[in-house]
């Protein structure tokens, strides 16, 4: 057998968590598939499993199981079971706090000449007009009304 780059040496309390998570299936799928790849590539355990078998046992790949035993490795026990949280949004959030407080004056005011109130549509693209934003959908400007319990009527 070729000598394994990352070693994976679980302590008795991160084998009795392992166990725990992978026993009650209350856990998100990835955290119990990196579990059991995490026992099977134990370093204590005997006998010794290859890569192949733990990727066959655990029906994934051998890639899978390599960056398991690698993040746990370089990372640690946390690292290596559980996903790393997103640092930012995919996306930046187009509409701001200061976007919501513009639409909510907006629609405290006296609606436009020829109006006699102001509607999700008209309040959008009067948002727009004014410079606001630089797109709104009204279905938008109705969820910043919903959100701080403000109608329109």
């Known amino acids: 057998m070729p000598k394994l780059k990352y070693a994976v040496k679980l302590s008795d309390s991160e084998k009795e968590l392992l166990f725990k998570l992978t ?17 099977a590539t134990d370093d204590n355990r005997k006998p010794k499993l290859t890569i192949g078998e733990v990727a066959e046992k655990c029906n994934t790949t051998q890639t899978t199981v390599q960056n398991i035993r690698k993040k746990y490795a370089e990372g ?20 701001t706090g200061e976007v919501e407080a513009c639409v909510i004056a ?7 000449k020829g109006y006699s109130q102001w509607s999700l549509r008209l309040l959008a ?10 797109s709104i959908s009204y279905v938008s400007v109705g969820t910043i009304l919903k959100k701080h319990n403000l109608s329109l009527t």
Do not use: Q
Request: aromatic share 6%; proline share 6%; with cysteine.
């Open 23 to 39: 026993k009650t299936g209350k856990s998100k799928a990835k955290e119990i598939l990196h579990a059991n790849i995490l026992l």
């Open 125 to 134: 693209d009067r948002v727009v007009e004014l410079e606001y934003i630089d």
């Open 106 to 112: 907006t629609a405290c005011s006296e609606p436009p």
């Open 76 to 95: 640690g026990f946390e690292v290596a079971l559980y996903r790393k949280k997103r640092e930012t949004a995919p996306v930046e959030a187009k509409i």
